[in-house]
């Protein structure tokens, strides 16, 4: 929702897209120390990683997306009758579904990405940990194995987003 605010109001763009940019490019890894120290080791730490490393940059995907929705379409909503909350909620979000799935789709792969540095940085399970003792152990092996079970999952969930896509948003084909 704050994206699609983003950018279909001027003020709410002008408002948030500095302080966005400015945490978007703030490099998510060098934060995981202090999330340990915040938040500690485990499960709230990894989400909180993750959450860190994507949302701001699904923020400006899903502006873009909401600002390139047909001005054609907005404009014949208002001349039937639109207030600029019904045009949001009737014509800009389901507009901008398509769209705003592609961009999950996406950042999803970044997700993966970080929930693994996550895992190598500070962890008792998981695919990253399974990485770092394998390379302690110089077992190349099971590193492959780590980095192919990613790869799998991140397919997997590519996949699942695209049927989503297709189900949710069939008239966009």
Do not use: C
């Not at 983003?6 to 003020?11: D, E, K, L, T």
């Not at 703030?26 to 993750?50: K, Y």
């Amino acid at each position: 929702p704050i994206g699609l605010m983003m950018g279909s109001f001027r003020v709410v763009q002008a408002f948030l897209e500095p302080l966005v940019n400015f945490i978007r490019y703030l490099p998510v890894t060098s934060f995981v120390p202090l999330f340990i120290l915040w938040i500690g080791i485990g499960l709230e730490q990894r989400v909180s990683i993750i959450i860190f490393g994507v949302f701001f940059q699904q923020l400006v995907m899903i502006a873009d997306v909401s600002k390139g929705i047909s001005k054609d379409l907005i404009n014949a909503s208002y001349t039937l009758g639109s207030s600029r909350t019904d045009a949001v909620l009737h014509v800009i979000a389901p507009a901008s579904l398509p769209g705003v799935l592609d961009t999950l789709r996406v950042t999803m792969g970044w997700a993966w990405t970080y929930l693994v540095v996550a895992e190598l940085v500070a962890a008792s399970s998981g695919l990253g940990y399974l990485s770092l003792k394998a390379m302690r152990g110089f077992q190349v092996d099971v590193i492959f194995l780590a980095i192919a079970v990613i790869g799998l999952l991140g397919l997997i969930t590519d996949q699942l987003f695209r049927f989503l896509r297709l189900k949710v948003a069939a008239w966009a084909q």
